[in-house]
T-cell receptor, first 115, second 117 residues
Framework: GAGVSQSPSNKVTEKGKDVELRCDPI?????LYWYRQSLGQGLEFLIY????????KSGLPSDRFSAERTGGSVSTLTIQRTQQEDSAVYLC???FGGGAGETQYFGPGTRLLVL | AQSVSQHNHHVILSEAASLELGCNYS??????LFWYVQYPGQHLQLLLK??????LVKGIKGFEAEFIKSKFSFNLRKPSVQWSDTAEYFC???????????????FGKGTKLSVIP
């Protein structure tokens, strides 16, 4: 597609439930990022995938968070046993390569509300 | 690790006023610098970026930013704002070397700009 797409655009869930958020990067982009944007905060890095390399999971806030990227393309971010503090906008970004300073292209985000 | 500080949380200007949004970063090496913008209801998009060379960078929609290495700053400017510039602006930094860690983009907390017609 023309840009990064994410689904769903909005998700409301009950505390304790699991959620899956999906990201379709720009075709041909080898690098994929997940960020979390909470109210009044900047973007918090969660995880990074680059080609077939092991992902950088250093930003995941707890072991309830996990992500995978299948076939070097689509990625799924899973949050298990959601908590109210998980409520945020989850953003996905992709970029063409791993070079320094390459531009990241962002998706529209998934707005998650945990009741 | 790098960090980014944006001085203003919310800026309110009248149309035609001049704009300057502050951004300071902390990092021990050379950096690439970015400004991203998020218009209401839209996704983040790149406004401009600095890699090397001329420290005055021009971006889309009449925006520019100046990299002042001695001050670790990358302030965003526009001589005359329009109502359509109402948005949230994020400064970001990444290490400029290639290799491990160079992909890390660290964002500031953002500055919300409201332009009054």
């Amino acid at each position: 597609g023309a840009g990064v797409s994410q689904s769903p655009s909005n998700k409301v869930t009950e505390k304790g439930k699991d959620v899956e958020l999906r990201c379709d990067p720009i075709s041909g982009h080898t690098a994929l990022y997940w960020y979390r944007q909470s109210l009044g905060q900047g973007l918090e890095f969660l995880i990074y995938f680059q080609g077939n390399s092991a992902p950088d999971k250093s930003g995941l806030p707890s072991d309830r968070f996990s992500a995978e990227r299948t076939g070097g393309s689509v990625s799924t971010l899973t949050i298990q046993r959601t908590q109210q503090e998980d409520s945020a906008v989850y953003l996905c970004a992709s970029r063409f390569g791993g070079g320094a300073g390459e531009t990241q292209y962002f998706g529209p985000g998934t707005r998650l509300l945990v009741l | 690790a790098q960090s980014v500080s944006q001085h203003n949380h919310h800026v309110i200007l009248s149309e035609a006023a001049s704009l300057e949004l502050g951004c300071n970063y902390s990092y021990g090496g050379t950096v690439n610098l970015f400004w991203y913008v998020q218009y209401p209801g839209q996704h983040l998009q790149l406004l401009l970026k600095y890699f090397s060379g001329d420290p005055l960078v021009k971006g889309i929609k009449g925006f520019e930013a100046e990299f002042i290495k001695s001050k670790f700053s990358f302030n965003l400017r526009k001589p005359s704002v329009q109502w359509s510039d109402t948005a949230e602006y994020f400064c970001a930094v990444s290490p400029s070397y290639s290799g491990a860690g160079s992909y890390q983009l660290t964002f500031g907390k953002g500055t919300k700009l409201s332009v009054i017609p």
